[in-house]
């Protein structure tokens, strides 16, 4: 079975900076693409930045020049490094993963727990 375990979330004053790290473990076949989204109560979950195995890299337009997603293969690890935080950044950041596992012939999204980040102004 996949796991995603994230870490970095907190409490930081605007204009400061976190790093959020989420390491995929078990029976992995192969790892697709990876990403960061965002939830606030009564709103959808958006997407933030996403990678792909071969480094390609898209994010939205509200976090653009601000986040940096990267990935590191060998340690089935993404990141995503958070500068110029705003408020409006305070949101529960979810990882994801497109993942196929040794036990199936299909690829499926593994979520992790989801971790709180917090910009006081």
Excluded: H
């Amino acid at each position: 079975q996949v796991q995603l375990v994230e870490s970095g979330g907190g409490l930081v004053q605007s204009g400061g900076s976190l790093r959020l790290s989420c390491v995929a473990s078990g029976t992995i076949f192969a790892i697709w693409s990876m990403g960061w989204y965002r939830q606030v109560p009564g709103k959808q979950r958006d997407l933030v930045a996403t990678i792909t195995s071969g480094g390609t890299t898209n994010y939205a337009d509200s976090v653009k020049g601000r986040f940096t997603i990267s990935r590191d293969n060998d340690k089935k690890t993404v990141f995503l490094q958070m500068n110029s935080l705003k408020p409006e950044d305070t949101a529960v950041y979810y990882c994801e993963a497109d993942i196929r596992e040794y036990t199936s012939d299909y690829v499926e999204e593994y979520w992790g727990q989801g971790t709180q980040v917090t910009v006081s102004s």
